[in-house]
């Protein structure tokens, strides 16, 4: 995506993170390759994005404080919403979401995939039921799980 479509973008150790924003709302995140050119925040939120990246980058623990705008259907609004309530440092597995809203692994994993807030919205944090990673990003291996690897590793979970 040109930079354009990006009013941040945010060199981290495992991808260059770029930051969508709209008037006052956090819109996405993209995981870019690692050496994609860094973009200087071009807006307030833009830079209030990029300042508590870096709070978690910092402290696995931080707690964001965004004003998020989910745009999905409403089932994955509410997979959004249950994958929020992890913390920082646990896991769960796709499975139990899906037993917590009736509905089945595999759903929530798209729902999971379809998720453009990354990191704010810790899809990272499920997993397979048997433990494994299971996917990211849609992906079932290559970079995309390198970066939940990285993630579940700097949270510890």
Request: neutral net charge.
């Given at each position: 995506m040109?930079?354009?479509?990006y009013q941040a973008k945010l060199a981290t150790p495992f991808s260059v993170l770029g930051i969508r924003t709209e008037g006052d709302w956090l819109t996405g995140i993209d995981y870019l390759p690692p050496d994609e050119s860094s973009l200087v925040p071009?807006?307030?939120?833009?830079?209030?994005?990029?300042?508590?990246?870096?709070g978690y980058l910092a402290d696995p623990d931080y707690i964001f404080d965004l004003s998020l705008l989910f745009e999905g259907t409403p089932y994955q609004r509410r997979v959004w919403q249950s994958i929020q309530a992890i913390p920082s440092g646990e896991t769960t597995s796709y499975a139990k979401i899906a037993l917590l809203l009736h509905s089945s692994p595999r759903a929530v994993g798209r729902a999971c995939g379809a998720n453009r807030?990354?990191?704010v919205i810790p899809c990272h944090r499920v997993i397979a039921k048997n433990g494994g990673l299971g996917g990211f990003m849609n992906a079932r291996d290559g970079h995309p799980l390198a970066i939940k690897r990285w993630l579940l590793h700097h949270e510890s979970a």
């Open positions: 040109p930079a354009s479509l071009q807006n307030a939120l833009a830079n209030e994005a990029c300042r508590q990246l870096q807030i990354p990191i």
